[in-house]
Antibody, heavy 118, light 106 residues
Framework: EVKLVESGGGLVQPGRSLKLSCAAS????????MDWVRQAPGKGLEWIGE????????NYNPSLKDKFSISRDNARNTLYLQMSKVGSEDTAIYYC???????????WGQGVMVTVSS | EIVLTQSPTTMTASPGEKVTITCRAS?????MHWYQQKPGASPKPWIY???KLASGVPDRFSGSGSGTSYSLTINNMEAEDAATYYC?????????FGSGTKLEIK
């Protein structure tokens, strides 16, 4: 069974940094592109970016590129999302997603909530 | 960046009714996918590559479209279909989502 479990969320002060993790299991992690998607409270889905199998290709949403950094550790079957200088607009649920062919978001984690507030 | 416009934003349907949700892209997309999301839950893959049903999706659902115009159709609306549906396009290296269509049951 494919499992994606996000962690590292919580309450963070504006201007601080935060690193989210996503532990993957039930599949060969190093065979797949992995993405991050977020959803602000009561709002729609927003694609953050993606990383390929060997970390050589990382693509970001152009409007969010300077805010986030995506990485992975295939030995630990873990995906990461580094967030910098967070603001209230970054309050959201952050989802880790395993990608399929043609940009298909095949499996989603349960999401982790990040709340930016002083 | 390709912008996806979904319509309607919200709608209410009666059991047994036929429902159509549309998604229009600002330019031609390579692949279009759809997701279903219920309150408090993660999005679920629903339709991929415009017309292929994800595993477990009832066959009263269908998808169609190409280029810049796509649609998701439900034949014979059921209570369990009440949810928000999102379209999502992939045109490497970018992914964008539509703003969602909230479908309610009468």
């Amino acid at each position: 069974e494919v499992k994606l479990v996000e962690s590292g969320g919580g309450l963070v002060q504006p201007g601080r940094s935060l690193k989210l993790s996503c532990a993957a299991s039930g599949f060969s992690f190093n065979d797949y592109w992995m993405d991050w998607v977020r959803q602000a409270p009561g709002k729609g889905l927003e694609w953050i970016g993606e990383i390929n199998q060997n970390s050589r290709t990382i693509n970001y949403n152009p409007s969010l590129k300077d805010k986030f950094s995506i990485s992975r550790d295939n030995a630990r079957n873990t995906l990461y999302l580094q967030m910098s200088k967070v603001g209230s607009e970054d309050t959201a649920i952050y989802y880790c997603v395993r990608m399929g062919y043609g940009g298909y978001s095949e499996y989603w984690g349960q999401g982790v909530m990040v709340t930016v507030s002083s | 960046e390709i912008v996806l416009t979904q319509s309607p934003t919200t709608m209410t349907a009666s059991p047994g009714e036929k429902v159509t949700i549309t998604c229009r892209a600002s330019s031609s997309v390579t692949y279009m996918h759809w997701y279903q999301q219920k309150p408090g839950a993660s999005p679920k893959p629903w339709i991929y590559e415009a017309s292929k049903l994800a595993s477990g999706v009832p066959d009263r659902f269908s998808g169609s479209g190409s280029g810049t115009s796509y649609s998701l159709t439900i034949n014979n609306m059921e209570a369990e279909d009440a949810a928000t549906y999102y379209c999502q396009q992939w045109n490497y290296p970018s992914i964008t989502f539509g703003s969602g269509t909230k479908l309610e049951i009468k």
